[in-house]
């Protein structure tokens, strides 16, 4: 994907998607200081102060098989979101969607652009089932979720602690 500018309503501003250089730490690390607590703990599934190196490698990591987009607002120097689609090792033609927004524009819709084209990006890539690990608690990215996919399936799994 090439940069693309959309117009997002809701700012009324101009958002600006592009392909995560690879290894760009240094950007990842920037949206992830723009989370709240409560924001990393529902896009980590727990308390996370900070990214270690391996995670940071991990999160930079674009190649053939992690596809990550990140978003920038018009006026924003910081990211504003990131999603990515890590494709399955063991089936080319399935993959795993995340993202993260930062909490200064929830609710904005940025998220939702940001899903849709990375979403178009793994289609293009061959990537036929999407699947997603999202808290039940977590109603925003859920509602994202089904606003984005045609007919989401949603399991919910027991965890056991102990």
Known sequence: MNAQ???????????TVRLLGNGDAATVEALFDRLSPSSRAGRFHAAKPRLTPSEL?????????HLVLVAY???DPLPAAMARV?????DRRAGEIAFEVADLYHGCGIGTQLVDLVLADARAAGIEQ?????????????????????????????????
């Open 5 to 15: 500018a959309l117009h997002n309503r809701t700012l009324g501003k101009t958002v």
């Open 57 to 65: 490698d991990s999160l930079a990591r674009v190649d053939a098989d």
């Open 130 to 162: 999407v699947d997603a690990v999202v808290q039940s608690s977590n109603r925003a990215a859920l509602r994202l979720l089904r606003r984005v996919l045609d007919a989401p399936m949603v399991r919910v799994e027991e965890v056991a602690f102990g």
């Open 86 to 90: 890590v494709r399955n090792a063991s």
């Open 73 to 75: 607002v018009d006026g």
